[in-house]
């Protein structure tokens, strides 16, 4: 079975400092791989994905992750952030089975943005 | 637009009832999915329906029940048996068959049992 493990529980980062977070996965297969941001008592939006190909993909609100096969690692990064990023950010690996599809999820990674 | 709708946003219950969660999606996705969130635990997954007439349990389905009369509609029902029912519920959808592996969500339904 798959799984995926989120190491920081909360990161507090200054506007304008990079951003990273870390996600490791255990799955025997090539997994699918996202990354969700979640507001306080909202549903989860999808910021970026990963199936194949290109290791390093970008997604919205200028985030980007990079797949590293060797480290079972799909960490995400943002460059800039900005007061509008601090919420949870949840990582989750795909497992396709026999026509049955689910996800797994980390338990989280609370960023809070200080000015 | 398309999306995934939930009712209500907050739900209160008294100990002892059953409750039905509404998920209703229009993105004529074949897969719906529901989710419990505690604080500190992610998301788990307690029911899943790939097709229509289908469903099966997830890692928590104890004290809950699901039907899937209609590709649009997968509600949730929260039973008497439930030890701790209170948490947020979150419901998704995707379209696996079509090779589109990412979930989409809905707002979610806050429920408080006392």
């Known amino acids: 079975a798959q799984s995926v493990t989120q190491p920081d529980i909360h990161i507090t980062v200054s506007e304008g400092a990079s951003l990273e977070l870390r996600c490791n996965y255990s799955?025997?297969?090539?997994?699918?791989l996202f990354w969700y941001v979640q507001s306080p008592g909202q549903g989860l939006q999808l910021l970026l994905k990963y199936f194949s190909g290109d290791t390093l993909v970008q997604g919205i609100k200028g985030f980007e992750a990079e797949f590293k096969r060797s480290q079972s690692s799909f960490n995400l990064r943002k460059p800039s952030v900005h007061w509008s990023d601090a919420a949870e950010y949840f990582c989750?690996?795909?497992?396709?089975?026999?026509?049955?599809?689910?996800?797994?999820f980390g338990a989280g990674t609370t960023v809070t943005v200080r000015a | 637009d398309g999306g995934i709708t939930q009712s209500p946003k907050y739900l209160f219950r008294k100990e002892g009832q059953n409750v039905t969660l509404s998920c209703e999606q229009n993105l004529n996705h074949d897969a719906m999915y529901w989710y419990r969130q505690d604080p500190g635990q992610g998301l788990r997954l307690i029911y899943y329906s790939q097709i229509v007439n289908d469903f099966q349990k997830g890692d928590i389905a104890e004290g809950y029940s699901v039907s899937r009369e209609k590709k649009e509609s997968f509600p949730l029902t929260v039973t008497s048996a439930q030890k701790n029912p209170t948490a947020f519920y979150l419901c998704?959808?995707?379209?696996?068959?079509?090779?589109?592996?990412?979930?989409?969500f809905g707002p979610g339904t806050r429920l408080t049992v006392t």
């Open positions: 799955y025997g297969a090539t997994p699918y």
């Open positions: 998704a959808s995707s379209t696996p068959r079509e090779g589109s592996y990412e979930q989409y």
């Open positions: 989750a690996v795909g497992a396709l089975s026999s026509n049955d599809y689910k996800l797994s």
